[in-house]
């Protein structure tokens, strides 16, 4: 298989969203973290997914959930890093990262769809 660099981006941002709910688990926060392990984690899952993708229609749905996923991740890092779970200047980086899969899966499904018009 040849280099996915936003597969790799999203597997190096879900290890460190497991990480992230290690430590709010361990103070207690079960809610918040456990919806930003399911979504921050299904990001990589689904652009695996797209990669063995059907058709190309198949591929752009699979990567379109990626980047749902991402959208409602960064919800979750915004709304944990306001309400004072998550350390502002540390975890910025964190959101940094969810918010580039955010652009680069956000370009993604653009030039996907204009092959697709395109065929």
Known sequence: MKENIVYDKAFEFAIDIVETYKKLSSKGEHVLSKQLLKC?????????????????????????????????????LELLIETKYLDRKHHALLLNKCKELNRLLTSIVRSTKQAIKGD
Do not use: P, R
């Not at 984690?41 to 991402?70: C, M, P, R, Y």
């Open 40 to 76: 921050g984690t299904s990001i990589g899952a689904n652009i695996k997914e797209s990669v063995h993708g059907q058709s190309k229609k198949d591929f752009l749905s699979k990567i379109n959930i990626a980047l749902k996923e991402a959208s409602e991740t960064e919800y979750w």
